[in-house]
């Protein structure tokens, strides 16, 4: 399980597919346990994106991260620049789903079948959001062949060009506060937000997908 499912942690590698990164929250089950009957414990993620179940403190299943990968669909779908829960914590998001729901999705989502998936991905009681393989079944996939993404045969049109050299002469693993704090002035001509952090560019996103010397380290809480 991986506990922290949002935009930021899915990349695009060399081939232009589509990758799932840092699992510093992730947990996996005994071998001889069932995967979709194991349960975890503990509040992991980022606020905006958390289920409701693991906000509540109580244990949990898989499918609280169906939960989050409908909140990252609907951001997808509705083309959105900020989350549909946009808030600043856990407490915050706890007030704004109980006060908001998901009031506003048909104003922002006008596919019905794009509607329709997030709606039964985002139920608040667990047990009736779809398993996995329910979700991949679902009618908006209709005209997607599954093993084809798992073997990796689609054709995209956005292939990043990586350039080792370029990620060399940007130096070394660049620390978590270093990097979004933007400590080193090594990185003062990189783009910043509203709040002064630096925002990821081809080469951090390069680096991030080196997987050698030149990785992020990011913490694991």
Known sequence: MHRDIKPDNFLIDADGHIVLCDFGFSHTPAQEEDFEEST??????????????MIAGTNYTYKADVYSLGLLFVEMFAGMEAPFYHVRDVKEQLAVMKERGL?????????P???????TMLQTNA????????????PYFEDIDWDCVRDRMYMHEYIPTPDRRELRREGTSLRFKTFHLGL??????YDRDSTGKL???????????????????????
């Open 103 to 111: 009031d506003g999705l048909e104003d922002i989502i006008e596919d």
């Open 113 to 119: 079948l794009q509607l329709d998936l997030v709606y």
């Open 40 to 53: 975890f414990y503990g509040r992991f993620g980022t606020a905006g994106y958390l289920a409701p179940e």
């Open 184 to 189: 080193d002035s090594k990185y003062a001509s």
């Open 199 to 221: 925002l990821p560019n081809d080469v951090v996103l390069q680096q991030l997908k080196a997987g050698d010397a030149y990785d992020f380290v990011y913490p694991s809480a």
């Open 127 to 138: 047990d009736e959001r779809p398993t996995v393989y329910q979700a991949m079944g679902h």
